[in-house]
């Protein structure tokens, strides 16, 4: 009689581990084992944080005088080599059009540009950098009303 409990005590661990999920055993046979969603609750997900350039999304300029367009941005630690390319409409003259190269976390720039004509036009603000060895991309639109 004392042969078979301890037999059976011996095979019980083995056989309560087999008909567990792979939710369900671990950490001493709990009810909750390490990789189960309720007993990783506390863990604290982050968010990742992302390069955010900022700007107005429309602006209002008179036709054939200087306008000025302000660049916002926040550079995360993850990120790196980061430029800004601003691709203007046919009727949009940037005064520099060379890429924007952002090497500090965060700051502002400004960007003069004119309107050659009336009417509406547009800037495409181009945002390319690194994040983590992989490549980051990011496409924002201006809207400019020139009268």
Same mark, same amino acid.
């Given at each position: 009689?004392? %042969? ?6 011996? @095979?019980?661990? +083995? *056989?309560? +581990? ?26 604290? /997900? ?10 107005? /999304?429309?602006? !209002? ?6 306008? /000025? ?17 601003? &691709?203007? +409409?046919? /009727?949009?003259?940037?005064?520099? !059009? ?15 540009? *004119?309107? *050659? ?5 547009? @800037?495409?603000? %181009? &945002?390319?950098?690194?994040? +983590?060895?992989?490549?980051? !991309?990011? &496409? ?6 020139? @009268?």
């Amino acid at each position: 009689m004392k %042969r078979k409990l301890a037999t059976l005590l011996l @095979i019980l661990p +083995s *056989t309560l +581990s087999a008909l567990a999920c792979e939710f369900h055993g671990g950490f001493g046979m709990g009810s909750f084992g390490g990789f189960h969603p309720l007993a990783q609750q506390h863990m604290e /997900n982050s968010a990742p944080v992302e390069l955010r350039v900022t700007h107005d /999304n429309h602006l !209002s300029v008179t036709a054939e005088s200087d306008a /000025n367009l302000q660049l916002r941005y926040v550079i995360p630690d993850d990120y790196s080599n980061a430029e800004i390319n601003l &691709i203007p +409409s046919d /009727n949009l003259v940037i005064a520099d !059009s060379t890429p924007l190269n952002l090497s500090k976390d965060k700051g502002m720039i400004d960007v003069k540009f *004119t309107a *050659t004509g009336p009417g509406e036009h547009f @800037i495409m603000v %181009r &945002i390319d950098a690194t994040q +983590s060895y992989r490549p980051y !991309s990011k &496409i924002q639109r201006v809207n400019v009303t020139a @009268i």
